[in-house]
């Protein structure tokens, strides 16, 4: 890994750990950063992290102790792919890439309408579509509005529904998408959009993310680049 790819895996680290604080936050539960890892004192909402790493070599024992191990679910995102939590209960669940889009890649337009969510029934109508009937829509609560560094990104179609969205937050040096998704056509439907939403939005910052397979496949279709490999542990 370069030294300009360490750098950008750290500051979508740190962006990624700042979105999975709004989230928790939203649930009304409140994290606290180190200098080697966010993390929440109890078990954060359905598939997020209970602790994001923010610089290589943290302490397994240390950030294993941070998080409540005793309820079912816990899980560790080690964002630089370098810890081993076996000892402390966990197992690998899956691995993935950081990745990376510079600011001068050129944003593609779609047929859709794009906005921001920005009241509860917009933000209702998003995570309808983005739950598709999975029963997990009430996981992005309307406080989530609150936070002026999310952005929930909708595409609506020329008939008002919502076809295609993600997540954008804003950190210092990056700006990172997550929860991209598509009614229909998939993910390279949904990335013409958001992209196209995101630059209008930050047209000076660099796109920052994470995905794995098929997922990561689109993005890198779509101009992103590889910069590093994370893992999830899940505890039990």
């Not at 950008?8 to 604080?21: D, F, G, I, P, S």
């Not at 539960?29 to 080697?36: H, K, N, S, T």
């Not at 779609?110 to 920005?118: E, F, N, Q, R, T």
Request: hydrophobic letters at 45%; charged letters at 20%; aromatic letters at 8%.
């Amino acid at each position: 890994m370069t030294t300009s790819e360490q750098s950008m895996v750290r500051a979508a680290a740190r962006n990624n750990a700042e979105w999975c604080a709004a989230m928790s936050r939203s649930h009304g539960l409140a994290g606290e950063f180190g200098e080697e890892a966010w993390a929440a004192p109890a078990r954060t909402p359905p598939y997020y992290p209970d602790a994001v790493t923010l610089a290589p070599g943290a302490d397994p024992a240390a950030l294993a102790a941070r998080i409540d191990t005793t309820a079912p679910g816990a899980s560790v995102k080690d964002s630089f792919a370098d810890l081993d939590l076996t000892a402390a209960g966990f197992q690998v669940l899956f691995e993935a890439q950081w990745i990376h889009r510079a600011t001068s890649a050129a944003a593609t337009a779609s047929g859709l309408a794009w906005g921001v969510a920005d009241a509860p029934d917009d933000l209702h109508a998003w995570a309808l579509a983005w739950d598709d009937g999975d029963g997990d829509a009430d996981l992005f609560r309307s406080e989530l509005l609150g936070d002026a560094a999310t952005f929930v990104l909708a595409g609506r179609d020329a008939g008002g529904r919502v076809a295609a969205g993600a997540v954008a937050s804003r950190s210092d040096q990056v700006v990172g998408v997550s929860n991209v998704f598509a009614s229909d056509g998939g993910p390279d439907t949904a990335w013409l959009g958001v992209l196209e939403a995101v630059h209008r939005l930050f047209p000076d910052l660099p796109v920052v993310g994470y995905e794995h397979g098929a997922g990561l496949e689109a993005a890198l279709r779509h101009g992103f680049e590889p910069v590093g490999p994370l893992r999830i542990w899940l505890h039990g």
